[in-house]
């Protein structure tokens, strides 16, 4: 009952912020969501400090969530799934490569240069940690969160070139993530000894390279039982079996369900839609899908929100991770800019493409979820949650609402934006 409790009361808070921000906000879901749900648990935390019953209770609740295991492997297979059955695959592989390099390169990139960056900042605050502890920010804030940005490239109106290399960036860029990330934990728990390239690489294989196996396994099997039958009803619980299932089994097998659901949601997406579905079954498919997508978004992100309500970010932290953002932004625009540099060849870009492609690099739930799966007994594990909330705020709120007029500015929109009151 604990766990419907929580549920719950992220679905009935998500309903009543998405309800305000309709009628009062007007503003983009996932960002009106976010900041309803911040304000809301900065007042909770101002009455629970005057003992006021309830709020302490729901604080409680929320602390008893297990954010992680809830995004991670519920929350973002669905979210992946949703997001990859609309991408172009024929333009995500145009772009293939350059999406590769971003993904992979600039992840790893990224990760040095903010760990590196950290490391020199934090004595100016009086602070001195490891380096590996620097290592393990940097490979938990560099990958861009796929479901912040889905949600707001489809406010930008971004043009569709561009849109593919930031999308397609953000859906593969996970598996990467998050072997670096268990990989440099490894390290911090046990001792580089525990961590020889034989360890890491069969991790990157099992969990990157059988993610993507087992997704295109999965995939073909959907495509093929969508291709035999007429049925909408059937259909639709097919795609959702393939989800529930594939992640299931992708746990069992220790391989990345995301990564996973991303590459089945692109072979459902392109052949199943293509070959395999009648007019009405996709139809309903796109229906429900999206209906799923709107409702778990608006949870996870009143949950970010939520979770303030149980963390302890000092003046310290806080202005560190003030300080954090410039580095998190110039990191980005380096480990995009110099893999396309070095493409450009092949993938010709500008300035304005970079200046979007580092702007439109959002941080979300991914980031948010890796922090908190550290030990909580680990060193510093406050000060790299709080550096990590702070960042991500910054993103989603800031970053988010200036992508759209920055998209139109720099002339790169492709038509006017749609109604943000929209729910």
Known sequence: MELYNSLSLLLVVAAVFGYL??????????????????VSSVLAIGLGKLGVNWVLQAGELVRGLDFH????????????????LHVDVRALGRQGLAVGAMATVGMLLSTALVASAFYYLLPLFGLRIDFIYCLLFGALISPTDPIAVL?????????????????????????????????????????????TPGVIGELFLREAVGGLVLGAGLGYVAYRALRSID????????????????????????TSGPLAMVVAGLIVGHKGRKMGMSDVTQ???????EMLDGILNAMLFVLIGLEMLILDISRTTLLVGVAAIGVVLVARWLAVGLPL????????????????????????????ALALSLPDAMPHYDLLVGVTYVVVIFSIIVQGLTIGP???????????????AAP
Request: hydrophobic content about 50%; glycine content about 10%.
């Open 151 to 195: 949600g707001i490239l489809k406010e930008a109106r971004v043009n569709k070139r561009l849109e593919t290399r930031i999308v397609g960036e953000s859906l593969f860029n996970d598996g990467m993530a998050v072997v670096v990330f268990l990989s440099l934990l490894q390290i911090a728990r046990f001792g580089a000894a525990r961590a």
């Open 231 to 254: 049925d909408y009803q059937v259909e639709v619980m097919i795609t959702l079996a393939l989800v529930m299932g594939g992640t299931a089994l992708a746990t069992t097998l220790h």
């Open 21 to 38: 921000n309709h009628r009062v906000l007007k503003l983009p879901g996932t960002i009106g969501l976010m900041i309803l749900a911040l």
């Open 406 to 420: 920055l998209v139109k500015r720099l002339g790169l929109s492709t038509g006017p934006a749609p109604d943000t």
């Open 283 to 289: 139809e309903y498919l796109d229906k429900f899908w």
């Open 341 to 368: 540099v070095l493409l450009q060849r092949y993938y010709p870009f500008n300035r304005k493409m970079l200046r979007v492609l580092t702007w439109g690099g959002l941080r979300g739930g991914i980031s948010v």
């Open 69 to 84: 295991t809830v995004l991670m492997q519920v929350m973002l297979s669905f979210l992946l799934f949703a997001g990859s």
